[in-house]
């Protein structure tokens, strides 16, 4: 029997968290970025970004939210996101497999919207390749599993050069802490502009996102920074959903790298994670730049696969 969408609709405005929260506390974890509050907060920074999240009902009684973002393209055409900046969207429910992303799909792609970009989870990756309308490239990233607690990945996870660096910075007086106020958002911000002008080819977030931080309570989202007599060495963004922690963004003082103040912050960061009993660590993608990616191998980081696709209007050419 061919699964087909029984009801499906549009989620409001005014009414997004009881519909949207009712399916993610049925979930054993999720990511931050499955979330409401991150769809809001990705309209809120993106320019001409819109929410276009549905509610859908399948024809064998499961239910999902599919978070989609709706960007401007040319010839008055828009695009469907889920979710932007390389962030992991899809089908949110229990249950659902390759069919009811597909059908999902064709019930909201229209010829105003012919397109839609969907990055999944690396827990929901998709296996059938032979699909026409759909368009495939793998990425990857790295996550550390949490649940044996902090000494023992200290011992046995962490490199010992990783080891090494942290214990050097904390004799050296680098402190950490986290705080979602204006000041760090400042520093955050300043750091990580400095460190764009060194990542060519590297797509960045812009000021706005940022500026946006210190709306959201530290539950959710924490700037944690690292510093040594007052002066910022290194900060960080970190998402926190249900079991899940996401690094997002970071960036440190480049004159200020022999301080070590970015493992000892993340190590911090890790730490933290396992005391609030947090399950999985996602160091989120390295953007292509190999010093991003021996850097979370330095803290256990295991390489895990995700796909990234293309859904396609039939009656549209994939835009590109």
Not at 188 to 216: H, I, N, S
Request: net charge positive; hydrophobic share 40%; proline share 5%.
């Amino acid at each position: 029997m061919t699964l087909k969408i029984a009801e499906c609709a549009v989620i409001p405005k005014e009414r997004p968290l009881a519909i949207w929260e009712n399916i993610l506390n049925a979930q054993a974890s999720h990511s931050f970025f499955h979330t409401p509050q991150w769809a809001d907060l990705l309209c809120k920074v993106i320019p001409g970004a819109r929410p276009d999240h549905h509610w859908l009902r399948f024809s064998d009684g499961k239910e999902a939210i599919f978070p989609l973002i709706s960007l401007p393209k040319k010839f008055f055409l828009r695009k469907l996101e889920s979710l932007p900046w390389g962030t992991y969207g899809g089908l949110i429910g229990e249950g659902l497999a390759d069919e009811h992303l597909r059908a999902a799909a064709s019930s909201i792609l229209s010829w105003r919207e012919p397109v839609a970009e969907i990055i999944l989870p690396p827990a929901l990756e998709e296996q059938n390749r032979t699909e026409s309308s759909l368009a495939w490239r793998e990425s990857f990233t790295h996550t550390l599993d949490l649940s044996c607690g902090f000494e023992e990945l200290w011992r046995e996870r962490f490199q010992p050069r990783a080891r090494t660096a942290i214990r050097r910075a904390q004799k050296n007086g680098v402190t950490i802490r986290w705080t979602n106020g204006e000041s760090a958002v400042s520093v955050m911000r300043e750091l990580y502009c400095q460190a764009r002008l060194r990542w060519e080819g590297v797509e960045t977030l812009p000021d706005a996102f940022f500026g946006a931080l210190k709306d959201y309570p530290g539950e959710w989202i924490r700037i944690w920074l690292a510093e040594k007599n007052g002066a910022a060495l290194a900060a960080n963004v970190i998402l926190y959903g249900k079991g899940e922690v996401q690094y997002f963004a970071g960036a440190s003082d480049h004159q200020s790298s022999r301080e070590q103040g970015s493992k000892l912050l993340m190590s911090e960061i890790i730490r933290d994670a396992c005391e609030r009993k947090f399950v999985l660590f996602n160091f989120g993608a390295s953007g292509g730049l190999p010093g991003v990616e021996q850097f979370k191998r330095l803290f256990g980081g295991i390489l895990i696969m995700y796909q990234r696709m293309r859904l396609r209007h039939p009656l549209w050419p994939i835009i590109r």
